[in-house]
């Protein structure tokens, strides 16, 4: 069944949900602080909304994919003041603290919150195979069976605000370590005189395949592309918000307070807007080394 969609946040993960949901027949009215990705949206065949209100003015289900908790609370407010809007779906990744919040600014208005923090990367979102976490009321879960079934695999965590954001956390927090060891232990392999692409392949055959061997490294490290598709940025936003959850709860934290360092190092050497595979960047440094090689256009060499 098709329905009016609104839809907030058109990065590197929102435009191709919002894609999706435009191919699989909804009218989706879309907005952005940035003209450029509204106007690529149009061409698709999206709607152009000049506001968040406007689009919780115009719609009844909103869906917001945002980089930081403080821009998620802030679109919340203003979402909470929309005459036709009747639930609020974030996609981004904010934390259980932050989506409380939002629950309750809407909860104020009548108006239904749904945590739906997605894993998959750019690619999953392209595909619509991302694997979304939602907590919040079932019965709104259910209604959206559809809207999620464009975007991927859905999963219900719980009723309670939030819990699909610690959920969300834990998967990140097993992303991040993976990626930066993986990266830390190739660092050393190619120091040692070994090839990065078999160690690679190794790892793959073996006991130390990770996503970060399997996708992240021959997709964006070993040819230098450093395109996933994920800022530095927001995976050590995502990374200390995990350390904020588990201080709060008093669960250990060893290795993610070792895993945030990495991060806030690779934040400050690499740039925030970096990729987050540039995690490899400051090890390659201080070992004196370089993995990978970068890909040349025969056509122009
Ligand atoms: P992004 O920075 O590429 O996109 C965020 C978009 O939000 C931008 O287009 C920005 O202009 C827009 N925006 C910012 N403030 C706004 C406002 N007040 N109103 C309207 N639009 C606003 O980020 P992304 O990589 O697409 O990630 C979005 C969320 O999804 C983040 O919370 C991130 O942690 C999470 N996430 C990202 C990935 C990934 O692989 N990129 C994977 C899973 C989850």
């Known amino acids: ?16 949900m919002m894609r999706r ?19 690529d949206a149009t061409n698709l065949g999206a709607l152009a909304a000049t506001s968040v209100g406007e689009v919780a003015h115009r719609t009844e289900t909103v869906m917001a994919s945002l980089p930081t908790p403080q821009v998620s609370n802030a679109v919340a407010l203003d979402v909470a003041a929309g005459t036709r809007v009747r639930r609020f779906v974030d996609l981004s990744t904010i934390g259980g603290e932050a989506a409380q919040r939002n629950h309750d600014v809407l909860a104020a208005r009548g108006i239904a919150a749904l ?30 069976t559809d809207v999620f079934g464009a975007l991927g695999n859905a999963i219900f965590v719980s009723e309670k605000p939030g819990a699909a954001q610690t959920m969300k956390l834990i998967n990140n927090l097993m992303a991040a370590a993976t990626l930066a060891a993986t990266a830390e232990v190739v660092v050393m392999g190619v120091k040692a005189g070994l090839d990065p692409e078999v160690i690679i392949d190794v790892l793959n055959a073996g006991s130390g395949a990770t996503h970060a061997s399997r996708d992240k490294f021959p997709r964006a490290v070993l040819p230098r592309t450093f395109d996933f598709g994920f800022a530095t940025g927001l995976m050590a936003k995502d990374v200390r918000l995990y350390l904020d959850e588990a201080e709060t709860l008093s669960t250990p934290i060893e290795v993610a307070e070792v895993v945030a360092r990495i ?14 595979t540039s995690v490899v960047l400051p090890m390659e440094k201080a070992a004196g080394v370089t993995v990978g090689t970068e890909k040349t256009d025969c056509a122009t060499s």
């Open 1 to 16: 069944m098709s329905s009016d969609i609104g839809f907030i946040g058109l990065g590197n993960m929102g435009f191709p």
């Open 21 to 39: 949901l435009v191919s699989a027949g909804h009218r989706v009215v879309v907005f952005d602080t940035r003209d450029d990705v509204v106007g």
């Open 115 to 144: 945590d739906s923090p997605v894993s998959g990367g750019v690619r999953g979102a392209e595909a619509g195979t991302l694997a979304l976490m939602v907590s919040g009321a079932r019965s709104e879960f259910e209604f959206l």
């Open 263 to 276: 991060w806030e190092t690779t934040q400050t050497e690499a740039g925030p807007a970096s990729d987050f």
